[in-house]
């Protein structure tokens, strides 16, 4: 009997080229779709709520897939767990219905964007938070950013390759804070086009810096074209925080014992 299991994934981007499969290369959905593979003893093909590039980091991807294996959810967890590299780990594992989908169930999606601000380099954040020496005063920044949120055609914040069919996404939180040398970019939507989030931390980046003004933003989403905005912020400082699913499918109710702070 086939049943459909959800998991949620946590990983450090620096040593992938991103999540899809590519030949030759190492990928997130390579190691993962390896790892459940020998677990269900069959292949399997994932999909996933968030597609992330080369070097983005996650804390709470969802991927599901289908199996006629009969496995326990601690063995699903505990067994794929212990065929995955170190910087891949499952945090859960769930069954849910046939009609869950991770990409097309999502209401919305919570990325971060974290931000050194400081002369030096920190060895330990090296590919886990993009450096950035000029002083970023926040209040410009939030001020830019308080004029994408809302429903917009964000052309101008989309990559030149992005497939999407439209332009218009949700932009229903987008907050901009400090906390001491690290400057904090939280983002929540709907969706998200291809490079957006980094192409809004270039905007707020440059804004922050004073090398641009806050009315940038609304030029830009009046504007639609990306030739006119900030360069694309690196990729090292993104995490895809959460995605949020209708309550109906209980995901990522932990138990007590398992819960953890935030790694970030």
């Avoid at 049943?3 to 992938?16: C, M, P």
């Avoid at 219905?97 to 090296?126: E, K, Q, V």
Wanted: some cysteine; proline content about 6%; aromatic content about 8%.
């Amino acid at each position: 009997m086939q049943q459909r299991i959800a998991l949620g994934v946590e990983y450090d981007g620096v040593g992938f080229a991103g999540w899809q499969i590519q030949p030759g290369l190492r990928t997130v959905e390579a190691e993962l779709t390896r790892a459940a593979g020998i677990v269900a003893d069959h292949p399997i093909a994932l999909i996933c709520g968030g597609r992330t590039d080369a070097g983005v980091h996650a804390v709470g991807q969802v991927v599901h897939f289908d199996t006629t294996a009969q496995r326990g959810l601690r063995a699903w967890l505990l067994g794929i767990n212990a065929n995955l590299p170190a910087d891949i780990s499952l945090r859960w594992a769930q069954p849910v219905p046939p009609w869950f989908h991770a990409r097309f169930s999502a209401l919305s999606r919570a990325y971060r964007y974290r931000i050194l601000n400081r002369d030096t380099r920190c060895a330990l954040l090296a590919g886990r938070a993009t450096l950035v020496r000029r002083p970023l005063e926040v209040g410009p920044m939030q001020q830019a950013a308080d004029a994408l949120l809302g429903e917009h055609d964000f052309s101008a914040f989309r990559a030149a390759e992005c497939q999407s069919h439209s332009p218009w996404r949700r932009i229903d939180r987008l907050q901009v804070s400090r906390e001491g040398n690290e400057v904090r970019i939280d983002v929540v939507a709907n969706a998200f086009l291809h490079h957006m989030v980094r192409n809004i931390a270039g905007l707020l980046i440059a804004v922050g810096g004073g090398r641009a003004s806050p009315q940038l933003a609304r030029e830009l989403l009046a504007g639609r074209d990306r030739r006119q905005a900030p360069p694309t912020a690196a990729p090292d400082g993104l995490y895809l925080r959460s995605i949020r699913y209708p309550a109906a499918f209980g995901l990522a109710v932990l138990p007590a014992w398992s819960r953890g702070p935030d790694p970030l």
